[in-house]
């Protein structure tokens, strides 16, 4: 049996024990100490049109992530993150540019970003600064990730709990690296909140190490139908990216907008949409996507729900025309630990060269959050 499926195996079996044990969610070793993380099995099956030899096939992927939180004080703590997994699921053999589903997976969580390091995915230390009850500050430095910080949305954020396909968990031309060693600021300011992130990353696809600055501003308005972000983020990577000719080295930068708004208690929408520069190399130069979540107090399940996202991509200067995703999915919580999730996708990637893959993916996701 592979090395992955053992340490899935494992993983799994550790955690039935944690979950055994625990009285609710996080696991509170002492006052200082506590566990919490995630398990997903999901399995996806692919029915594709594509103008080349492509299999209609089925996968699944059961990544782990525990994570470990140290409080040092009221204002200072340590924190961890572990990932292990058993599978790549249908994102080694899909033909789409966009992965089905944009959780970490076996090969994600082996020589990150080249660092030659496996399953730690972030290890930082941070310093809360309070001013007052609406006014804090607080740095965190070590190994990061940058959508902790950036590009936040309350309904198309979570691969574990929301849509699985990667245009719609984050923007796929937002730029935001995960998993290595850098530094962030989040300052919150009651309505207001600026969050800044400096990221030095092992290597790109081009094999080079690069520089990454983000900074992000958003607005919380809280009005008599339900609470809402307004996000505008800004991305940018240093010149260590191949331009479209591979012969000389070009910078990265993208300007990004993330919504989202309640309305109500049953019904919440959101957006995002950006833009890229085109200096180099990428797949994509804008995005605009967008969609519903429907909660189940409509069918008197209050803590299910259900989300409908679409998403259309511009092609940049690669061999990506434009990319087409549509994902439906509907969540069950079974109890205080697992929720049951039925998805299903249906993407098209359109090439300058003429037709590219088109179908639908069938999903089943499992996720135990504890």
């Excluded at 540019?97 to 994600?108: G, R, S």
């Excluded at 530094?183 to 309505?191: K, L």
């Excluded at 200096?279 to 209050?302: F, P």
């Amino acid at each position: 049996m592979a090395k992955g499926k053992w340490i899935g195996i494992i993983w799994t079996s550790a955690l039935v024990v944690i979950l055994q044990a625990s009285n609710g969610l996080g696991i509170e070793i002492n006052d200082k100490i506590s566990i919490e993380g995630v398990l997903a099995g999901a399995y996806q099956y692919q029915n594709v049109d594509a103008p080349f030899d492509q299999d209609n096939a089925g996968r699944g992927a059961l990544p782990f992530e525990p994570e470990i939180r140290i409080r040092l004080t009221e204002k200072d703590e340590i924190f961890f993150k572990l990932g292990f997994a058993a599978g790549n699921g249908l994102n080694e053999i899909s033909p789409f540019n966009l992965a089905p589903w944009a959780a970490p997976l076996e090969d994600d969580v082996k020589d990150i970003n080249g660092r030659n390091r496996d399953y730690l995915l972030t290890a930082w230390y941070a310093h809360t600064f309070a001013f007052n009850e609406e006014h804090t500050l607080q740095l965190t430095g070590g190994i990061i990730d940058a959508t902790d910080y950036l590009d936040q949305n309350a309904f198309s954020n979570d691969e574990f709990s929301q849509f699985m396909n990667e245009a719609l968990v984050n923007a796929p031309n937002a730029f935001l690296p995960s998993f290595d060693i850098g530094g962030a600021a989040d300052w919150d300011m009651g309505n207001f909140e600026i969050a800044a992130v400096y990221m030095n990353v092992g290597e790109n696809r081009d094999g080079n190490n690069f520089n990454y600055y983000g900074i992000e501003v958003q607005y919380n308005l809280n009005m008599s139908l339900g609470k809402g972000g307004y996000r505008v983020i800004i991305s940018y990577g240093s010149e260590d990216f191949l331009d479209p000719t591979g012969q000389s080295l070009e910078s990265r930068a993208i300007v990004l907008f993330s919504f989202d708004q309640k309305f109500g208690e049953i019904i919440g929408a959101w957006v995002r949409f950006g833009f890229q520069d085109d200096k180099a190399a990428v797949n994509y130069e804008n995005i605009y996507s967008g969609g519903i979540d429907i909660s189940g107090t409509l069918w008197g399940r209050q803590k299910d729900n259900m989300g409908i996202g679409y998403g259309y991509l511009d092609g940049c200067n690669q061999d990506i025309e434009k990319t087409q995703v549509a994902e439906a999915y509907v969540r069950f919580v079974l109890d205080k630990y697992f929720a049951l999730t039925f998805d299903v996708q249906y993407m098209r990637d359109e090439l300058k060269s003429g037709e590219g893959p088109k179908g639908f993916i069938y999903g089943i996701r499992l996720a135990a959050h504890f």
